[in-house]
């Protein structure tokens, strides 16, 4: 697994982008590659050890992948890539209430639920 560069502005791939293959992969790393380095909070560092955790308990990864993610997300830290910032409860308050306003499910996810919950 690779680790973002050594010269944090050199990198190529984000610790999020190594393992987690999801749409639109490709053009957050393309963001996140082009704003190096990254100030990340401590809570994104909670959701992505929740994130991971609730993937190898669905069998989607395997524990040792999870381990190497958080090892790389630890080494991206160290060397400067990612910088973790502190957050205060204010914040957290604050995006708690804007995410209670958006829609419970993406407008685009409809037909997706309807196939899962019909069997089809």
Same mark, same amino acid.
């Given at each position: /697994? %690779?680790? $973002?560069?050594?010269?944090? +502005? @050199?990198?190529?791939v984000p610790t999020a982008r190594i393992a987690l293959?999801?749409?639109?992969?490709?053009?957050?790393?393309?963001?996140?590659e082009e704003r190096i380095p990254v100030s990340i909070s401590t809570l994104t560092v909670v959701e /992505? %050890?929740? $994130?991971?955790?609730?993937? +190898? @308990?669905?069998r989607e990864i395997r524990p040792e992948i999870e381990l190497r993610i958080l090892a790389?997300?630890?080494?991206d830290q160290r060397r400067g890539a990612l910088v973790r910032l502190p957050v205060n409860?204010?914040?957290?308050?604050g995006a708690a209430t804007l995410l209670a306003t958006l829609p419970p499910f993406p407008p685009d996810s409809t037909p997706l639920l309807t196939r899962a919950t019909s069997g089809g």
């Open positions: /697994m %690779r680790t $973002l560069a050594k010269n944090p +502005r @050199r990198s190529k293959n999801e749409d639109h992969s490709e053009e957050a790393a393309a963001f996140i /992505m %050890r929740s $994130l991971l955790g609730r993937r +190898r @308990r669905a790389t997300l630890e080494d409860d204010e914040a957290l308050l």
